[in-house]
C-alpha cells in the first residue's frame, strides 16, 4: 500500500514538474529507427541514450510502479507483435519507492517492436510514456511522440513527429490590431485590482476557518494543553514560558506558509502553469482518488500516517534546546497531525491552485491555516487560566472527523467533474453531480441526527445543541439542492454556483440552459464570432472562460442572469465563449509551435493551448473570467475586466463599451 501511495504522490510531482520543462535537464534522449523484414512485416527501434546517473525504468516495471510503456494508435495497436528490450536489465532498491526493487536501465536501451499486416501507404504513430530517476530528481511521466510513414513501395521511414513553427500572428494567435494601451474609452480595468484584494482576503479567511476546523480533531485538540503546560512549566520564569509558546506558534505558522514557496517558482515560469494544473485531467483524477481516501481514513477504515522513521527523526531533533529544538517541536506537531491536516490542507491545496490567484493566494490560504493553528498556543499561554474552560476530548472529537469525511466526499465528486468537464466523457451532467450531492447530505444529516451510525460507534443518546444545529443545517442544505435534478427554472442553485457543472452540461441536453442564463451565439470559435459581429455591425463581448473555472459559473448563473444584463448582451453585443481549459484536440493540420515576441515556444495542441496563449498574448493576463469588448475591427473598445460579482459594476461596464462602440466608426 505505501508502495502505491509513494507513486502516485512521485506521479503527482512529475506532472508539476514537466510543467517546468526547464527545470530538470533532459534525461533521456529518444531516436527512432525502422526495418522492412517481409511484405508488411516490419520492426520498429526505439532507442534511448540515458544521460550519466539516470536510471530509465523498464517497460516490464508494474503499472503501480514508475515505469516505461510504448502505447500504438488503436489502428496499429492490433497489429503490434511482443516488445522486447534490449541493453542491461538491473534491479536495485530504489530508497523512494519503500525499498521496491523496480527494473531499470542505465546507459542505453533498444525497445524492438515488430508490426505486422502494415498495408503501404500507412502511417504508424505512437508515443512513449516513460519516467526516470536521479537520486531524488524524478522526470515523467514524459511523453515522446514517434511516427513512422509507409510509402507506396512498402519503404517504410520515419516522419517528423513534431510540429511547424510558427509566429502568432500567421495563426491568428496575435491580433495586431487590438492596442491594449489604448482603448476608445478608459472605463473598465484589469479586473484584478479591487478584485484581487478581496479574493485574497476571501483566500485567507477560508486558509483560517480550514485551520480552526484542524483544531477540533483528534490529532490536533489534545495536543494544545499539553504542549502550553509544557512550555509554562519547564522554563524557569513565566516569561520566558510565554516566549516560547509564542516562538512556537510562530514557527507553525512559518512551517505551512514555507509549504507554498515551490508553487511560485512553478508560477514565475509561466502564467498558465497553475492553470495548466488545476485542469490537467489526471491530476484532478489524482485529487479525486485522494480525497475518497481521505474520506474513508476519517470514517475510520484506515488511518493514514507519514512513514514512522522520518516523524521519529524530526522528535529527536526537538529534544535539541533552544530556538532549534522549538523549530523541530513545531514541524513535529504539523507531522503528526498529518492525518487529520492533510485532507483539510489537500482541499485548500486544490482549490488554490483551481482559483486565478494560483501560489499567491496558496500562499495567503496556507498563512491563514498556520495562524488558526499557531493562535491557540499563544494565546493560551498568555492567558493559562483558559484552559480549564476548554471542552474536555472525547467522542465529540470522532464526530468532527466523521463530517470531514462527508465534505471530503463532495469534494471529490468537485475534482471528478473538473476531469469530466474538461475531456466532455458526459459522466457528470449537473444533475448527475446534484444527485449525488443529495445523498451525501441525506447520509450526512441521518449521521448527525444519531440515525446513522459507523461500526464500532456507540448510540446518540442525547443530540448536543451544536449537533443538533449542525444536522438542521445539513439537512436543509440537502433541501435546497433538490431543484437543481429538476428541468425548472428553480434549477440555478445560485448560493453554489461554481461547484455543479454549468446549466449547459445537463441530462436534458443543451437547451436546459434556455431562459436561466445568456447563451453564447457562437461557442469557442473567435474566427466566426468576428465574422457574425461584422456581419451585423455589433461589438464583440469575448469570455474567456473554463469549465472547471468556479468564478465563471458564479457569472454566468448569477450577473448574466439578471433581466438588465441579460437584454443588455443579447441585444447589443455578439458573445463568443473562449474555453481556456478545454482538452479537445485542434485537427492535425491546426496544430503548431507557437514562438512569442520574448523568443519563447510553447505546443499548441488543444483548443485551450489556443485560446489560453491567445488571452496571454493579447491582454497580458492568464486569469478567468477576463471579459474583453472589441470592435468588429477588433479596435479595444475599453478596458478588460474580470471577476465582478456585483451587477450594477458589470452593467455600467457593458453600456461604456456599447457607448464606445456607438461613437466610434467602424
Not at 386 to 399: E, F, I, R, V
Amino acid at each position: 500500500m505505501l508502495k502505491r501511495i509513494l507513486f502516485v504522490l512521485f506521479t503527482t510531482i512529475g506532472f508539476l514538474s514537466a510543467f517546468a520543462q526547464d527545470s530538470i535537464p533532459a534525461a533521456v534522449n529518444w531516436s527512432f529507427d525502422a526495418r522492412k523484414q517481409a511484405d508488411g512485416q516490419y520492426l520498429l527501434q526505439l532507442k534511448a541514450a540515458i544521460q550519466p546517473g539516470w536510471k530509465l525504468f523498464s517497460t516490464t516495471a508494474k503499472d503501480d510502479e514508475p515505469n516505461t510503456r510504448v502505447v500504438l494508435d488503436s489502428a496499429i495497436q492490433l497489429n503490434a507483435g511482443t516488445l522486447t528490450e534490449k541493453g542491461t536489465l538491473q534491479k536495485k532498491p530504489e530508497p523512494l519507492f519503500d525499498n521496491a526493487e523496480i527494473p531499470f536501465f542505465e546507459n542505453e536501451l533498444v525497445i524492438e517492436l515488430p508490426l505486422s499486416g502494415i498495408a503501404n501507404g500507412s502511417d504508424i504513430r505512437g508515443v512513449i510514456n516513460f519516467m526516470a530517476l536521479k537520486g531524488e530528481d524524478v522526470v515523467g511521466p514524459e511523453e515522446v511522440p514517434f511516427r513512422f510513414s509507409v510509402d507506396a513501395t512498402g519503404t517504410i521511414s520515419t516522419k517528423e513527429a513534431g510540429l511547424k513553427e510558427v509566429s502568432g500572428a500567421a495563426e491568428g494567435l496575435k491580433r495586431t490590431a487590438i492596442d491594449l494601451n489604448n482603448p476608445v474609452a478608459p472605463c473598465g480595468g484589469t479586473g484584478l485590482e479591487e478584485s484581487g484584494e478581496k479574493g485574497l482576503l476571501s483566500i485567507f479567511v477560508l486558509g483560517f476557518l480550514g485551520g480552526l476546523i484542524a483544531l477540533f480533531t483528534p490529532c490536533v485538540f489534545p495536543m494544545i494543553p499539553l504542549t502550553v503546560s509544557f512550555f509554562t512549566k519547564k522554563s524557569q520564569d513565566r516569561k520566558k514560558g510565554i516566549g516560547n509558546a509564542l516562538l512556537y506558534g510562530f514557527f507553525i505558522f512559518l512551517i505551512y506558509v514555507i509549504l507554498s514557496t515551490p508553487f511560485h517558482f512553478l508560477d514565475s515560469l509561466n502564467p498558465e502553469i497553475l492553470n495548466n494544473i488545476s485542469t490537467n485531467v489526471w491530476l484532478n483524477l489524482v485529487f479525486f482518488v485522494i480525497f475518497v481516501v481521505f474520506a474513508l481514513s476519517f470514517f475510520g477504515l484506515f488511518e493514514i500516517t507519514l512513514p514512522s522513521s522520518f516523524s521519529n527523526s524530526v522528535d529527536h531533533k526537538s529534544g535539541i534546546g533552544g530556538t532549534i529544538g522549538i523549530f523541530f517541536m513545531a514541524l513535529t506537531l504539523a507531522l503528526v497531525s498529518f492525518s487529520c491536516t492533510g485532507p483539510i490542507l489537500g482541499s485548500l491545496l486544490a482549490g488554490s491552485l483551481s482559483s486565478d490567484g494560483g501560489a499567491m493566494q496558496l500562499t495567503i490560504g496556507m498563512a491563514g491555516f498556520g495562524l488558526a493553528l499557531a493562535l491557540p498556543f499563544a494565546l493560551f499561554a498568555l492567558f493559562p487560566n483558559w484552559l480549564s474552560a476548554m471542552p474536555k476530548s472525547g467522542g465529540w472529537l470522532t464526530t468532527v472527523k466523521v463530517v470531514l469525511g462527508f465534505l471530503e466526499l463532495a469534494l471529490a465528486i468537485k475534482f471528478l467533474s473538473n476531469a469530466d468537464l474538461v475531456k466532455h466523457w458526459g459522466i457528470l451532467p449537473r444533475e448527475v453531480f446534484f444527485g449525488i450531492w443529495i445523498l451525501i447530505g441525506t447520509a450526512l444529516s441521518l449521521y448527525l441526527f444519531g440515525i446513522l451510525r459507523f461500526k464500532n460507534e456507540a448510540p446518540v443518546r442525547k443530540l448536543g445543541p451544536v449537533r443538533l444545529i449542525a444536522a438542521v443545517f445539513f439537512s436543509l442544505f440537502t433541501i435546497y439542492l433538490l431543484p437543481g435534478v429538476t428541468n425548472t427554472k428553480y434549477a440555478n442553485r445560485a448560493l453554489i454556483s461554481g461547484f455543479p457543472p454549468p446549466l449547459t452540461y445537463s441530462v436534458y441536453g443543451h437547451e436546459a440552459a434556455s431562459g436561466k442564463g445568456v447563451e453564447p451565439q457562437v461557442v469557442n470559435d473567435y474566427e466566426k464570432a468576428l465574422s457574425l459581429a461584422r456581419e451585423q455591425n455589433k461589438p464583440l463581448l469575448i469570455d474567456f472562460t473554463g469549465w472547471a473555472c468556479v468564478n465563471c459559473r458564479k457569472m454566468e448563473e448569477n450577473v448574466w442572469t439578471q433581466p438588465a444584463v441579460k437584454e443588455l448582451i443579447s441585444q447589443h453585443f455578439i458573445l463568443v465563449s473562449l474555453y481556456v481549459d478545454d482538452r479537445q484536440k485542434l485537427p492535425e493540420d491546426q496544430q503548431f509551435i507557437f514562438t512569442n515576441a520574448q523568443g519563447e515556444k510553447k505546443n499548441i495542441i488543444t483548443v485551450g493551448d489556443k485560446f489560453a496563449t491567445m488571452e496571454v498574448e493579447n491582454f497580458r493576463n492568464a486569469s478567468q473570467p477576463l471579459y474583453v469588448i472589441i470592435s468588429p475591427e477588433e479596435r479595444l473598445l475599453n478596458k478588460p475586466i474580470g471577476y465582478t460579482p456585483n451587477e450594477k459594476d458589470y452593467l455600467d461596464w457593458l453600456e461604456c463599451g456599447k457607448k464606445a462602440a456607438d461613437s466610434s466608426k467602424y
